[in-house]
C-alpha cells in the first residue's frame, strides 16, 4: 500500500499494487474488483461483474497487461475514472455530489441519486446503498452523460479503501 505523501498541493491518495487476472488488459482508469471468485489470494482484481461488483478495489491508475501487476487507486481524489449515466432519468445522471456505484458487468461507476425526503417520510435503505465506490465531481450532465449509452472519463473521490 502506498500513501501519497502529504503535501499543500495535491490531496491525499491511497495506492495498492493489484494483479490482472481478467484474461485481458486492464486501460488507465477502468474500475476493477476483486477477483473473490477464481483466485481468491486477495492480490487479483478483475472485471467488475455479477457478484464481484460487491468488491470493487479502485480505479486503475494506467494500463495493466494481462497478468501482469499495476497500480489500483483505492481512496482520494482521481482526476480521471470511467464513468457512466444510467436511465436518462434525473436521478441517474451524474452531476457533482453523486454517489457512484457499480451497479452492471463493466468497468465504469453509474450514479445514485441523492436522497432527499421530507422529515415524516420513512426510506427503505437499497441495495446499493452500501456499496458506494466514490463521489462524483465532474460537472453537470450533458445530454451524452446522462444516459449509459456513452461512458466517459471524469473527476471523482475514490472510496474503496
Partial sequence: ????????????????????????????????AHDVITDEDGVAVEKPKGLNRNAIAGVAVEAIADGDYGLIQVWGFRNAARMSGGSGLV???????????????????????????????????????????????????????????TTWVGKCFVKCL
Wanted: a positive charge; glycine letters at 4%; charged letters at 15%.
Fill in 91 to 149: 436521478t441517474s445522471k451524474i452531476t457533482e455530489g453523486t454517489f457512484l456505484y457499480v451497479k452492471t458487468s463493466g468497468y465504469a461507476a453509474y450514479a445514485r441519486a441523492n436522497i432527499s425526503v421530507a422529515s415524516t417520510a420513512v426510506v427503505a435503505i437499497s441495495a446499493h446503498e452500501l456499496d458506494k465506490v466514490g463521489i462524483a465531481m465532474s460537472p453537470t450532465n450533458t445530454a451524452a452523460k446522462a444516459t449509459s449509452a
Fill in 1 to 32: 500500500m502506498e500513501f501519497q505523501r502529504v503535501n499543500r498541493t495535491n490531496p491525499e491518495r491511497v495506492f495498492v499494487v493489484m494483479k490482472n487476472s481478467i484474461g485481458s488488459a486492464i486501460a488507465a482508469n477502468q474500475w476493477v
